[in-house]
């Protein structure tokens, strides 16, 4: 599933924007790199879900528009 970085919270956390699926708790987030970050909770409803995921690797993750999980 592809996933939209809304926004970064202080170098720490991605904020991301899915579509109507429903990612898991502590799924990792890819990007062309590897594994970025990791999923630690879900916000909002089921039709316009986001997910807060803690950055693993901060380098690949400075300009990332979109990751897969």
Same mark, same amino acid.
């Given at each position: ?7 970064? %919270? ?6 991301? $924007?899915?579509?109507?699926? =429903?990612?898991?708790?502590?799924? #990792?987030? %890819? ?6 970050? $990791? ?9 316009? #879900? %986001? %997910? ?5 690797? =901060? ?11």
């Amino acid at each position: 599933m592809k996933l939209k970085v809304i926004s970064k %919270y202080k170098q720490e956390f991605l904020i991301l $924007q899915g579509k109507e699926e =429903k990612a898991l708790d502590n799924q #990792p987030v %890819y990007n062309k790199k590897g594994k970025v970050a $990791q999923i630690i909770d879900t916000i909002g409803s089921t039709t316009n #879900p %986001y %997910y807060v995921a803690k950055i693993i690797d =901060k380098e690949s993750c400075d300009k990332a528009k979109e990751v897969e999980c």
